[in-house]
Nanobody, 122 residues
Framework: QVQLIESGGGLVQAGGSLTLSCTGV????????VGWFRQSPGKEREFVAT????????YYADSVQGRFIVSRDGSGNTVYLQMNRLKLEDTAVYYC???????????????WGQGTQVTVSS
């Protein structure tokens, strides 16, 4: 059983950057694939990015490719989502999720964080 703790959300101007963190509690995320998803009001939760445990399988949604970067710290227990050149349409609640199997772009993850709000202003 692993609990995911997210942090780093906030308000940022369009064009700015923000980095989200996702840390495992109760069990290390080192052996888990970790994905990032987001959900805006009235919309379904959508895939943003994911990495497998080793970092050699990383996938991004087309909408964030080239702007967002997912990475892990040295221990493997914290996964970051670095968000650059933010746009108004990036405004959403961002969730991290973990699964013991390989990285997936679907919502088929076993564990989910509580979500953190990211608001991009003009």
């Amino acid at each position: 059983q692993v609990q995911l703790i997210e942090s780093g959300g906030g308000l940022v101007q369009a064009g700015g950057s923000l980095t989200l963190s996702c840390t495992g509690v109760g069990s290390s995320l080192f052996t888990f694939a970790v994905g990032w998803f987001r959900q805006s009001p009235g919309k379904e939760r959508e895939f943003v990015a994911t990495t497998n445990w080793s970092g050699d399988r990383i996938y991004y949604a087309d909408s964030v490719q080239g702007r967002f970067i997912v990475s892990r710290d040295g221990s493997g227990n914290t996964v970051y989502l670095q968000m650059n050149r933010l746009k108004l349409e990036d405004t959403a609640v961002y969730y991290c999720a973990a699964r013991s199997e390989g990285a997936s772009i679907t919502t088929s993850y076993d564990y989910w964080g509580q979500g953190t709000q990211v608001t991009v202003s003009s």
